[in-house]
Each structure stands twice: as C-alpha cells, then as structure tokens.
C-alpha cells in the first residue's frame, strides 16, 4: 500500500495512520475528499490501480496493453513473490524478505 495513503475518514487529531486497512479505497473509487489532495504520483498510482481493476473485470486477467506486466502470485517459487503497486515501482517484490517473516515465523 501506499503511504501516506490519503485519508478519507473524518476523524480527530493528527494521527499518522500510515497504510491502514482500507486506504486503497480513496484510489479505486471516486472519492470527493480525498483525490482533490492527491499528489500527481498518487493520481497515476489511481489510474493504474484502476486500469488493472478494469482489465480484470473485463477478462479475468489484470494485464493489459500499457500496463506493467502483473506476473501470477506462485508461492512454489522461491522466494515467492507478490506484486508492487508503488509509483515508479510497479514490480515483483519479496514480501516475506521486505517484512522481515522469518523473524516471525522462528516465534513459537
């Protein structure tokens, strides 16, 4: 996710809220309070998330021509990667790696 991701909520304070659950919304829909703020990477992050959306629904498959190339989640491969959606980053990623998992997963 994308952070800071807008907020769309109106809640009080100054809170960081960072990449909090449903921040991708403000990109994917129509969103009166959020997108006058947007930033221009954030506008071409909006545009491509909505262009996937899009290319998906109509054929089952997020590629479409002038879209990076969404490569399918395998978690065979080693290490299994997941999709990056960050401006000027739209690549495969080591989720676990970039997380630090195996930190986590040695915890018993």
């Known amino acids: 996710m994308h952070v800071p991701a807008p907020m769309y909520l109106p809640?009080?304070?100054?809170?960081?809220?960072?990449?909090?659950?449903?921040?991708?919304t403000p990109y994917l829909f129509e969103d009166a309070e959020a997108q006058p703020h947007?930033?221009?990477?954030?506008?071409?992050?909006s545009d491509t998330m909505t262009d996937?959306?899009?290319?998906f629904a109509r054929t089952g498959s997020p590629n479409s021509t002038g879209l990076p190339a969404w490569r399918p989640y395998r978690p065979?491969?080693?290490?299994?990667?997941?999709?990056?959606?960050?401006p000027d980053r739209?690549?495969?990623?080591?989720?676990?790696?970039?997380h630090?998992?195996?930190?986590?997963?040695r915890l018993p």
């Open 11 to 24: 809640l009080p304070g100054r809170f960081d809220f960072g990449a909090y659950h449903a921040g991708d």
């Open 38 to 45: 947007f930033t221009p990477a954030q506008l071409r992050l």
């Open 52 to 55: 996937y959306w899009a290319a």
């Open 76 to 86: 065979d491969s080693t290490p299994p990667h997941t999709q990056s959606l960050a």
């Open 90 to 98: 739209i690549i495969a990623v080591d989720y676990a790696h970039e």
């Open 100 to 105: 630090r998992l195996d930190f986590w997963s």
